[in-house]
C-alpha cells in the first residue's frame, strides 16, 4: 500500500488547499460507490488520513475513494445571470410601454333596436304567415286577420268626402269667379237649398255691381263732359232720366249763355258810345269856354253862346242815358250770370244726386254680398271640419282594412310569435304579438364603471374614429403622385392603384403621414371592391366600410379598439373579435337589479360579424354575452407596480 497521499481529482493533478480557488467547506468521498464527506485539514488543507494500523487493504480503481469539488464559475454564472436578468427587467419596465385595457362586459345587439309588433286593430287570427326564426323582408306579412270594415263603408266614406269637397270646390269658384264644376258635378253634389239660393244670390248681385260699376263710370262721364253717347246698358230707363233732367239744364245754361254773350257786346257798344259822347261833351264845353269871353266884351252875339250851351245840355242828357242803358245792361248780366250759375248748379245736383242713388245702389249691392260671402265661408269651414273629420274616419277604416295583414317593420328574423290561427288578438295588450330581430349588424353593447369611463372618453377624445376619416380612393402612376404630409392632409387614409398594386397612406389628426406601405396584400374580394370603387362617389357609410376593410387588412386599426371575448366562444381556442368604441352615453344610468353599480352604456362596433371555428367562419348571434378590453392607453410596465404599492399605503392609511 502507497503511504503517499492519493490525488484528489481524476485527472491525478493534487488539489490546492481550497480546492482550485473555491471556498467549499467539505469535500466529498466516493468509496464502493458510496459518497462520505471529509473535512480538509485546517492548515494544510489536505485531507486526514486514518491512522496507520487503519489502513485498508489495496482496491482496484473502481473502489478508489474520488473527491468532487464544485466548480466556482456556475455559481457566478448564475448570479450574473440573476442580477442581469433583474436589471434588464427594472430597465425594460422603465423603458418600455404596455397598452392599459379597460374591462368591460354586455352583449351583442343588433345596431337597431328589436322591434315588437303589435296589432294595430284586434281581430281574429285568420292565418300565421311566419315561422319561429325565419327571417323576414321590410313589410312582409306576418299574421293575417279576418276583416272587420267592409270595403262597402269605405266606400262610403271615401262618396262622401268627394262629395264634400266639390261642395267645396262650388263655393269656391262661385266666390273668386273661377271655373265652375260641370252640371254632372253640379247635380251629385246635393248643395242645400239654402246655400244654392245664396249662390244665386252671389251670383246676380255680381252682375248688379258691374251694372252700377258701369252705370257709375258713365255718370263720371256725364260731369266731365256734357255731350256724350246715350247710356246702352241695362239701368238704360234710369239714366234717360237723368240724361233729359241734365239735358234740359243743358239747354237753358245754352240759353242763358246766349244771352250773356248778347248783353256782353251791348255792354261793349255802350261802353264806347259813352267814350264818344264823353268827348262830344268835353269839345262842347271847351267851345262854350272860349265864346263866353267874347261874347261879354261884345265880339259875337249873346245868341251864339246861348245855342252853344244849349247843344252842350244836349251832349250831358246823351251822355246820361248813355250810361243808364250801361247800367242796365251790367244789371242784365248780372241776371243772367246769376241764372247761368243757378243752372250749372242744378245740373251739377242732378248727376250728384244721381251718383248718391247708385252708390247707395251699390253699397247695398257690396253689403249684401259681403254677408254672402261670409256665409258660404262658414259653409266652407264647417265642411273643411267635416272633411278633416271624415279623413280622420278614412285612415280609421283604411287602417283597420289594411292592417287585416300585420306586415315586418323592419327587415330581421322573427321570434316569440304569441297567437295561435283563430286566436283573439287584443290590440289595448301590452304585449306584442310578436318580435322581430333587426337583420342590421351586431354591435357590442357593454357597461362602463365610474372609474373607467374617463380614460374611454380621453382616449376617444384623443383618437379620430374610423368614421371621422376621408376615404380618397385614386390611380396614379407612382408613389409620388400620392398626398404629402405637406398638403396639409388631416384624418385622411389614400387608397392609391399603382401598377396593378395598392398603395395606402394615412394622415393622422395633425396632418402627419402615420403609415405608408406599397403593394400591399389584399384579399380577392377587397381587391375587386375597390376596382369597382375606382372613379366613383361613395357616401359615407360605404366610404367608413372600405376604409375598415382597408386598415384591418394591413394592420392597423383606426380608432379606439377593443377586444371583444364572446363567452360562448372560449378565448383561449378561438380566439377574440376586433372592434371599435363608436358612442359613450352622456350620463350613468342608475342601479338596478342587474348592476348594482351605476355605469355608462357603450357601444362597441365590431370588425367583423362571424368567428372562426375550426377554419370555417361561425355568425354572430344577438344575446350572445362578451368580455370586452377597451384600449385606452399605454403605461409604462412599472407603474403597474407602483399604482400596486401605492394602493397598498392607501389601504394602511384608511386602518
Same mark, same amino acid.
Given at each position: 500500500?502507497?503511504? %503517499?497521499?492519493?490525488?484528489?481529482?481524476? %485527472?491525478?493533478?493534487?488539489?490546492?488547499?481550497?480546492?482550485?480557488?473555491?471556498?467549499?467547506?467539505?469535500?466529498?468521498?466516493?468509496?464502493?460507490?458510496?459518497?462520505?464527506?471529509?473535512?480538509?485539514?485546517? &492548515?494544510?488543507?489536505?485531507?486526514?488520513?486514518?491512522?496507520?494500523?487503519?489502513?485498508?487493504?489495496?482496491?482496484?480503481?473502481?473502489?478508489?475513494?474520488?473527491?468532487?469539488?464544485?466548480?466556482?464559475?456556475?455559481?457566478?454564472?448564475?448570479?450574473?445571470?440573476?442580477?442581469?436578468? $433583474?436589471?434588464?427587467?427594472?430597465?425594460? *419596465?422603465?423603458?418600455?410601454?404596455?397598452?392599459?385595457?379597460?374591462?368591460?362586459?354586455?352583449?351583442?345587439?343588433?345596431?337597431? @333596436?328589436?322591434?315588437?309588433?303589435?296589432?294595430? *286593430?284586434?281581430?281574429?287570427?285568420?292565418?300565421?304567415?311566419?315561422?319561429?326564426?325565419?327571417?323576414?323582408?321590410?313589410?312582409?306579412?306576418?299574421?293575417?286577420?279576418?276583416?272587420?270594415?267592409?270595403?262597402?263603408?269605405?266606400?262610403?266614406?271615401?262618396?262622401?268626402? @268627394?262629395?264634400?269637397?266639390?261642395?267645396?270646390?262650388?263655393?269656391?269658384?262661385?266666390?273668386? %269667379?273661377?271655373?265652375?264644376?260641370?252640371?254632372?258635378?253640379?247635380?251629385?253634389?246635393?248643395?242645400?237649398?239654402?246655400?244654392?239660393?245664396?249662390?244665386?244670390?252671389?251670383?246676380?248681385?255680381?252682375?248688379?255691381?258691374?251694372?252700377?260699376?258701369?252705370?257709375?263710370?258713365?255718370?263720371?262721364?256725364?260731369?266731365?263732359?256734357?255731350?256724350?253717347?246715350?247710356?246702352?246698358?241695362?239701368?238704360? &230707363?234710369? +239714366?234717360?232720366?237723368?240724361?233729359?233732367?241734365?239735358?234740359?239744364?243743358?239747354?237753358?245754361?245754352?240759353?242763358?249763355?246766349?244771352?250773356?254773350?248778347?248783353?256782353?257786346?251791348?255792354?261793349?257798344?255802350?261802353?264806347?258810345?259813352?267814350?264818344?259822347?264823353?268827348?262830344?261833351?268835353?269839345?262842347?264845353?271847351?267851345?262854350?269856354?272860349?265864346?263866353?269871353?267874347?261874347?261879354?266884351?261884345?265880339?259875337?252875339?249873346?245868341?251864339?253862346?246861348?245855342?252853344?250851351?244849349?247843344?252842350?245840355? $244836349?251832349?250831358?242828357?246823351?251822355?246820361?242815358?248813355?250810361?243808364?242803358?250801361?247800367?242796365?245792361?251790367?244789371?242784365?248780366?248780372?241776371?243772367? $250770370?246769376?241764372?247761368?250759375?243757378?243752372?250749372?248748379?242744378?245740373?251739377?245736383?242732378?248727376? @250728384?244726386?244721381?251718383?248718391?242713388?247708385?252708390?247707395?245702389?251699390?253699397?247695398?249691392?257690396?253689403?249684401?254680398?259681403?254677408?254672402?260671402?261670409?256665409?258660404?265661408?262658414?259653409?266652407?269651414?264647417?265642411?273643411?271640419?267635416?272633411? *278633416?273629420?271624415? &279623413?280622420?274616419?278614412?285612415?280609421?277604416?283604411?287602417?283597420?282594412?289594411?292592417?287585416?295583414?300585420?306586415?315586418?317593420?323592419?327587415?330581421?328574423?322573427?321570434?316569440?310569435?304569441?297567437?295561435?290561427?283563430?286566436?283573439?288578438?287584443?290590440?289595448?295588450?301590452?304585449?306584442?304579438?310578436?318580435?322581430?330581430?333587426?337583420?342590421? +349588424?351586431?354591435?357590442?353593447?357593454?357597461?362602463?364603471?365610474?372609474?373607467?369611463?374617463?380614460?374611454?372618453?380621453? @382616449?376617444?377624445?384623443?383618437?379620430?374614429?374610423?368614421?371621422?376619416?376621408?376615404?380618397?380612393?385614386?390611380? *396614379?402612376?407612382?408613389?409620388?403622385?400620392?398626398?404629402?404630409a405637406e398638403s396639409d392632409l388631416k384624418d385622411l387614409v389614400v387608397v392609391a392603384k399603382i401598377d396593378n398594386f395598392y398603395h395606402v397612406r394615412i394622415f393622422d389628426r395633425m396632418g402627419e403621414k402615420v403609415f405608408d406601405q406599397g403593394r400591399v396584400s389584399l384579399s380577392s374580394s377587397l381587391t375587386e371592391e375597390l376596382d369597382l370603387a375606382l372613379d366613383r362617389a361613395l357616401d359615407g357609410e360605404v366610404a367608413t366600410q372600405l376604409i375598415r376593410k382597408v386598415t384591418t387588412a394591413v394592420e392597423y386599426p383606426l380608432g379606439v379598439r377593443v377586444d371583444v371575448r364572446i363567452d360562448s366562444f372560449p378565448f383561449n381556442e378561438f380566439k377574440d373579435v376586433k372592434g371599435e368604441v363608436v358612442w359613450v352615453g352622456d350620463d350613468a344610468l342608475p342601479p338596478d337589479e342587474v348592476y348594482?353599480?351605476?355605469?355608462?352604456?357603450?357601444?362597441?362596433?365590431?370588425?367583423?360579424?362571424?368567428?372562426?371555428?375550426?377554419?370555417?367562419?361561425?355568425?354572430?348571434?344577438?344575446?350572445?354575452?362578451?368580455?370586452?378590453?377597451?384600449?385606452?392607453?399605454?403605461?409604462?410596465?412599472?407603474?403597474?407596480?407602483?399604482?400596486?404599492?401605492?394602493?397598498?399605503?392607501?389601504?394602511?392609511?384608511?386602518?
Open positions: 500500500m502507497n503511504d %503517499n497521499p492519493r490525488p484528489n481529482s481524476t %485527472n491525478g493533478q493534487p488539489n490546492s488547499p481550497n480546492g482550485n480557488g473555491s471556498n467549499m467547506g467539505a469535500k466529498l468521498a466516493v468509496a464502493g460507490g458510496g459518497v462520505a464527506l471529509q473535512p480538509p485539514n485546517a &492548515e494544510t488543507g489536505m485531507e486526514k488520513r486514518p491512522p496507520a494500523g487503519n489502513e485498508m487493504a489495496p482496491q482496484n480503481a473502481f473502489d478508489q475513494p474520488i473527491i468532487l469539488q464544485q466548480p466556482s464559475y456556475w455559481s457566478r454564472a448564475i448570479m450574473l445571470t440573476i442580477m442581469g436578468v $433583474t436589471s434588464f427587467s427594472l430597465l425594460a *419596465a422603465f423603458i418600455f410601454k404596455i397598452e392599459e385595457a379597460v374591462p368591460a362586459t354586455g352583449k351583442l345587439e343588433p345596431e337597431g @333596436a328589436v322591434q315588437e309588433v303589435q296589432a294595430p *286593430a284586434g281581430g281574429v287570427v285568420q292565418d300565421i304567415l311566419v315561422e319561429e326564426g325565419e327571417r323576414v323582408r321590410e313589410g312582409e306579412s306576418l299574421i293575417r286577420l279576418n276583416p272587420e270594415v267592409s270595403e262597402a263603408e269605405l266606400n262610403s266614406l271615401r262618396t262622401i268626402q @268627394a262629395s264634400t269637397g266639390l261642395e267645396n270646390e262650388f263655393y269656391t269658384a262661385e266666390l273668386y %269667379n273661377q271655373e265652375l264644376p260641370t252640371p254632372e258635378e253640379l247635380a251629385a253634389l246635393q248643395i242645400p237649398p239654402y246655400y244654392a239660393n245664396l249662390t244665386l244670390e252671389l251670383r246676380e248681385l255680381k252682375q248688379r255691381e258691374v251694372i252700377f260699376n258701369n252705370y257709375m263710370g258713365y255718370l263720371d262721364q256725364l260731369a266731365l263732359q256734357p255731350v256724350i253717347p246715350a247710356y246702352s246698358g241695362p239701368l238704360q &230707363e234710369l +239714366a234717360r232720366a237723368v240724361w233729359e233732367q241734365y239735358s234740359q239744364v243743358e239747354q237753358q245754361i245754352r240759353g242763358s249763355a246766349l244771352q250773356l254773350q248778347q248783353v256782353a257786346q251791348r255792354i261793349g257798344i255802350e261802353e264806347q258810345r259813352i267814350q264818344i259822347s264823353q268827348e262830344s261833351q268835353q269839345i262842347e264845353e271847351d267851345i262854350v269856354s272860349s265864346i263866353t269871353p267874347l261874347v261879354e266884351q261884345g265880339a259875337l252875339a249873346q245868341i251864339q253862346l246861348q245855342r252853344q250851351q244849349s247843344e252842350l245840355l $244836349t251832349r250831358q242828357n246823351e251822355l246820361g242815358a248813355r250810361y243808364s242803358e250801361l247800367e242796365n245792361l251790367v244789371q242784365q248780366r248780372a241776371a243772367l $250770370t246769376a241764372e247761368l250759375r243757378a243752372a250749372q248748379d242744378q245740373q251739377e245736383g242732378i248727376v @250728384a244726386t244721381a251718383r248718391a242713388d247708385a252708390r247707395s245702389q251699390l253699397n247695398n249691392i257690396i253689403d249684401r254680398k259681403q254677408q254672402i260671402t261670409s256665409d258660404i265661408n262658414n259653409r266652407i269651414i264647417a265642411n273643411n271640419n267635416r272633411l *278633416a273629420e271624415l &279623413e280622420a274616419q278614412i285612415e280609421q277604416a283604411q287602417t283597420q282594412f289594411e292592417y287585416q295583414e300585420i306586415r315586418s317593420p323592419i327587415d330581421g328574423v322573427v321570434f316569440d310569435v304569441q297567437p295561435q290561427v283563430q286566436g283573439v288578438i287584443n290590440p289595448n295588450s301590452p304585449e306584442p304579438v310578436l318580435k322581430v330581430v333587426p337583420g342590421d +349588424a351586431l354591435v357590442a353593447k357593454v357597461f362602463l364603471t365610474n372609474q373607467d369611463v374617463g380614460f374611454v372618453l380621453k @382616449a376617444m377624445e384623443e383618437t379620430t374614429p374610423l368614421s371621422g376619416y376621408d376615404l380618397q380612393l385614386m390611380s *396614379a402612376e407612382s408613389a409620388s403622385d400620392l398626398p404629402t348594482n353599480f351605476f355605469r355608462f352604456p357603450a357601444e362597441i362596433l365590431l370588425d367583423q360579424q362571424f368567428i372562426a371555428v375550426e377554419g370555417a367562419p361561425v355568425q354572430l348571434q344577438s344575446g350572445m354575452s362578451v368580455n370586452v378590453n377597451i384600449k385606452t392607453r399605454k403605461r409604462r410596465i412599472i407603474a403597474f407596480f407602483t399604482e400596486l404599492f401605492v394602493r397598498r399605503i392607501e389601504k394602511v392609511r384608511e386602518l
